[in-house]
């Protein structure tokens, strides 16, 4: 201590070499708790992943089964269309004389009952139905049940979503794999730093977890495969954006896939779909029956308006046209395919709601694992940070001010060298004195949060 001018004002002498060494010493006992603690965060981010692994295998399977049932339903109901459209085939000239007359009372009956009711886009639906029906078979009109046409393309629609949820999930688990691998790198290099420090409880087995695959990675780990493997963590590609956003893109695919299914999909599909910008009013207006159906069901399911069909007399008639004393409507065929259709609809809905659900899922573990890495996952960012043998932290300087108030002590300077990283100076509050040991956490701490600035990237 040295006596200023007036001896009223005492401060602290810098400090000597010795003193830089010890309290730089405190610091390094500082980080190395917290990069303990942080280690730890990352192990229970990768236990979380594991128990989502669990949940997906369970998902898989009763994914696969309903799509087996689904699938076999839908066969057999294409089978009994083809039988129902071979016996329609011997009066086929007068079917068709009529569905050519019904066709056009249909558009024309469902633009009218939609422009009563909705804002716009009238013939946008004319043009959607009139392509529908042209590929449609006439008695098809009165079969009860979803269109085959609609049920085909949900599946081709649902198999690809599938696809691309089950990439999204293995894009998640590689990068949570990533950055565990860094951080056990990191692990291996602070243990061998500091054996008493990081000996206990991170033991090379328990890191791992209890699984089978973890098992097999305890087992490369001992063998020094871990360590020559070559990852890179997600946190530091500037595209990533969190494992959450990931999952985002899908969701709104989702309100679209499935709130364009309209009578397909049930009360449960809750999604808050935002009107297209046609039609912005009486968006959920329902239509003058017989249809039931609202503006936005209509808009994105023309096919709907086939329900308008007692209102033409041309379609009334195909349902009881003759055909050589039969009536392909009013035999056993039709309500085997109506028993068919309604199997493949229910799968198709159940099928639906299971991959909304595990979605739902990884979206809410996707949050789980964002809150893990934003506050942990700085530490696999020291993978390739951590090469130096003597020291990951020193502090060079401390260069405290002077103020004629020694109740508001001036801030102090430090210079300090963290990690390979190039030296960073900054000041800290000068109410700690350097000699107190809060000094050294102090500035521990603050370098730490400028290299986690600096050079982790964190959306």
């Given amino acids: 201590l040295r006596n200023s001018k007036d001896e009223s004002l005492w401060c602290l002498l810098p400090p000597s070499k010795e003193d830089l060494s010890q309290i730089s010493l405190l610091g390094v006992k500082y980080l190395d708790k917290q990069i303990e603690n942080a280690i730890s965060g990352v192990k229970e981010m990768k236990t979380v992943m594991e128990r989502s692994g669990d949940d997906h295998n369970k998902f898989l399977s009763a994914l696969e089964k309903t799509k087996q049932q689904k699938e076999d339903a839908l066969k057999a109901a294409q089978e009994m269309e083809t039988k129902l459209s071979e016996e329609q085939e011997v009066c086929n000239g007068t079917m068709q004389s009529l569905w050519e007359e019904c066709k056009p009372c249909l558009k024309n009956t469902c633009i009218k009952y939609y422009s009563r009711t909705c804002s716009s886009g009238a013939g946008l639906i004319g043009r959607q139905l009139e392509e529908v029906l042209n590929r449609t078979s006439p008695f098809s009109i009165w079969i009860n049940g979803e269109n085959m046409d609609v049920l085909e393309r949900e599946d081709q629609e649902q198999s690809q979503r599938f696809q691309n949820l089950e990439e999204r999930y293995s894009d998640v688990a590689d990068g949570v794999d990533s950055i565990f691998m860094d951080s056990l790198r990191v692990f291996d290099h602070m243990r061998s730093l500091n054996p008493p420090m990081f000996s206990s409880p991170f033991h090379m087995p328990s890191i791992w977890g209890h699984s089978e695959r973890a098992n097999e990675r305890a087992e490369m780990a001992e063998t020094g495969e871990v360590r020559s ?43 808050d779909i935002n009107p297209s910008e046609e039609g912005s009013v009486n968006e959920d207006v329902v239509l003058t029956k017989p249809s039931g159906m609202t503006c936005r069901e209509i808009r994105r399911n023309s096919a709907g308006c086939i329900k308008l069909r007692g209102e033409c007399e041309k379609c009334v008639a195909i349902q009881d046209i003759d055909c050589s004393g039969k009536k392909p409507l009013a035999g056993p065929l039709k309500k085997d395919l109506e028993q068919a259709l309604a199997m493949a609809e229910k799968f198709t809905q159940e099928y ?89 956490e102090m500035v521990a701490q603050q370098a730490l949060d400028l290299y986690k600035q600096t050079t982790v990237v964190v959306k």
Wanted: net charge negative; proline share 8%.
């Fill in 352 to 440: 639906s709601k299971q991959l909304r659900k595990f979605e739902e899922q990884m979206s809410n573990t996707s949050s789980l694992l964002d809150l893990f890495s934003k506050q942990f996952g700085w530490v696999s960012a020291l993978a390739n940070n951590t090469n130096n043998k003597d020291e990951i932290f020193k502090i060079e300087t401390v260069m405290s001010k002077d103020t004629e108030d020694p109740e508001k002590p001036g801030d102090t300077n430090v210079s300090v060298q963290l990690f390979d990283n190039p030296a960073m100076t900054f000041s800290v509050p000068g109410d700690i004195p350097w000699n107190d040991p809060k000094f050294s």
């Fill in 229 to 271: 493997r070559v990852v890179r963590s997600p946190l530091k590609d500037p595209d990533f954006h969190g494992f959450h956003n990931m999952f985002a893109p899908m969701m709104d695919m989702a309100r679209n896939i499935f709130g364009s299914m309209g009578p397909v999909m049930d009360a449960d599909a809750n999604f």
